[in-house]
């Protein structure tokens, strides 16, 4: 999933990349649902919003048009 969101962040931005390398990564434990996944996949991209757009000013944009 890492080389996934590598490859990911350059075309979509930092949240779909996060949304998409979380999705890959929880598919991983069977006793996740859709429900669980997608509330990860959340949490995860505000985190990522949080740490790398906001604290540390990375300018990596969060959406490519």
Known sequence: SLIFFHLMIEQTGLIPATVATVSIAALGDRTNTPVRI????????????????????????????
């Open 38 to 65: 997608l509330g990860l996949a959340t949490i995860m991209s505000v985190v990522a919003w949080a740490v790398f757009w906001w604290a540390l000013h990375v300018q990596v944009p969060l959406f490519y048009a």
